[in-house]
T-cell receptor
């Protein structure tokens, strides 16, 4: 069966520090991969998606970037965090099916 | 732009009662709709989905209804249990490829004992 892993579960980072969140998927090949952000009490906003290795599409202008160095690995990064980058970051995968989400990383930028 | 919204941000029902959560979507070309359940501190969990060529689909204690005429989606949960307490999101899949789901704001469902 397919599983998705995100880490870390929580993270507190100072303004201006770098960020690297990792997501890996097991049990499937060539999935579409997604990064969503969820503000407190709100819905999910799509940040990036990828349909293959090295292929990244950005949905909103922001301080973040994404990379897909391997088929089942998706990384969310920032060189310098802003206070507004705080939120709940969710990775998801899908292949002609509903998206399946990881349990997220709660990022607090202080 | 595209948007998916929910009529009620919060809903409280008595345990054992049925609940209905509503959702409006704006893109008439969307062809696939999904309901997710999100518990505190966790990622959204898939509940049920429906394609635009159907108007009703049933699962275990859940039913999704789709009314394309008025662009309305609903989730019915029968015989609610305490474990049903969560935030429920609807999502639509506009015909853009790559399953770029658009999510609504969410409804918090509370089951009272």
């Amino acid at each position: 069966s397919q599983t998705i892993h995100q880490w870390p579960a929580t993270l507190v980072q100072p303004v201006g520090s770098p960020l690297s969140l990792e997501c890996t998927v097991e049990g499937t090949s060539n999935p579409n991969l997604y990064w969503y952000r969820q503000a407190a009490g709100r819905g999910l906003q799509l940040l990036f998606y990828s349909v293959g290795i090295g292929q990244i599409s950005s949905e909103v202008p922001q301080n973040l970037s994404a990379s897909r160095p391997q088929d089942r690995q998706f990384i969310l990064s920032s060189k310098k965090l802003l206070l507004s980058d705080s939120g709940f970051y969710l990775c998801a995968w899908g292949v002609n099916s509903p998206l399946h989400f990881g349990n997220g990383t709660r990022l607090t930028v202080t | 732009g595209e948007s998916v919204g929910l009529h009620l941000p919060t809903l409280s029902v008595q345990e054992g009662d049925n609940s209905i959560i509503n959702c409006a979507y704006s893109n008439s070309a969307s062809d696939y709709f999904i309901w997710y359940k999100q518990e505190s501190g966790k990622g959204p969990q898939f509940i049920i989905d429906i394609r635009s060529n159907m108007d009703k689909r049933q699962g275990q204690r859940v039913t999704v209804l789709l009314n394309k005429t008025v662009k309305h989606l609903s989730l019915q949960i029968a015989a609610t249990q305490p474990g049903d307490s969560a935030v429920y999101f609807c999502a639509e899949n506009p015909p853009q490829g790559a399953q770029k789901l658009v999510f609504g704001q969410g409804t918090r469902l509370t089951i009272n004992p």
